[in-house]
């Protein structure tokens, strides 16, 4: 019987080969170690070794003249076959235009948040929906005694709100997002000897300026400037006028945490800017503890980061568990700023006006602070924190070490 190609079996042959060509050719390409794209390393191919049993065998020395020898059983674990999938899944040829697809159907299905991230006009949103009263009354509870522990020292806290509480008038409430404000009024009531700083107040008379980056998390530099302005007064200094910038665009391709969830190319990339006093910047050396060593850099811009996905990173690097910035300002005035990564645009601003800056990133320090910096050093320590991380933050619970 002469075989017919018609167009139903094209189809299934040609969707066979599809499916038999992906997995091929998955397990024959180079394989990448890290997606730079969702800043993290790919899961690596799991250990056989460490994924089996080792099971006793019995005696074969009758057999080879006295010698004993064992063998593996190879036993069906879980485990295994989870890490293999991941592993496939993070190195599926094509991967992230399959991830874009998907998005984008359900984009046109009418689903707004995809990832965690909802979507409104040429702009992106980190969703806040939900966080654990317990672990914010830890972090709550280790500043308080940590200003106990320090009366010497000036302490005061920023929580800074996300662009989802710039834009709360157009998310619905049936979204289930939480307010923003009310969630930093509660925690600020519960601070005692730590005062706080309203800087939601100033970047909410802002909400049409360009505040928020469109495709990433953070606050542009321009946000972090009305931050610095709310922050002058609780820690003593009298901030510039906008009119005193020099304005450095220093990337207009800057796509970030937030397109990483959703690949929608739709939205505009974002501009990446430096803000320079016309009159001069401070001469500042700033350096960074990895854990290991020290790095040294002459400027709070790590410019090395502008040519990869991660841009945001070039104000100040990456995080790391210590960066202390020194300058010339000569004032003897000292900071210790223990932070996420929003501090990282907002430090330059503050940088004009202290003598020392240095940041802590808790989530890398497991010791009392005392054992990396001399606290007697610092006069004034500030908690800097945006809502959403601040509300999920396992680490800062750790400060309480210090004494």
Known sequence: MKFKMTPAKLMIALFAAVTLAIPVTTAVLPKQE???????????????????????AENFGDVVGAVKWDYI????????????????????????????????????????????????????????????????QKSIDAMNLFAKNHPDMQCSLMLAPTAQEIFSSEIPGYAGYLSEKSFIEECYKKMDGVSTVDCLSFLSGHRDDYVFYRTDHHWTSLGAYYAYCAAAKTLGYSSYGLDSFNIETASSSFRGTLYSKTLDNSITPDSIDYYMLSSG???????????????????????????????YSSFTGSNAPVVTIETDVGNGKNLLLVKDSYAHSLVPFLSKHFSKITMVDMRYINTDLNSLIDLDEYQQTMFMFNVVSFSSDLHLKKISLTK
Not at 34 to 56: G, I
Not at 79 to 91: I, R
Not at 115 to 128: D, K, P, S
């Open 73 to 136: 059983t190879v036993r069906d674990d879980p485990s295994w076959m989870d890490d293999f999938e991941t592993y496939f899944s993070d190195h599926l040829v094509g991967r992230e235009e399959w991830v874009r697809t998907k998005n984008r159907i359900e984009t046109l299905a009418g689903k707004k948040e995809i990832n965690g991230v909802y979507t409104l006009e040429n702009q992106m949103i980190q969703a806040f929906k939900e966080y654990d009263r317990e672990t914010v």
């Open 281 to 311: 910047e401070p001469t500042v050396k700033m350096t960074v503890y990895d854990g290991k060593k020290e790095t040294e850099y002459d400027s709070l811009y790590v410019r090395s980061f502008l040519d990869v996905k991660d841009k």
């Open 34 to 56: 890290r997606s730079e794209n969702e800043n993290r390393s790919l899961a690596k191919f799991p250990d056989l070794v460490n994924h089996t049993k080792m099971d006793k």
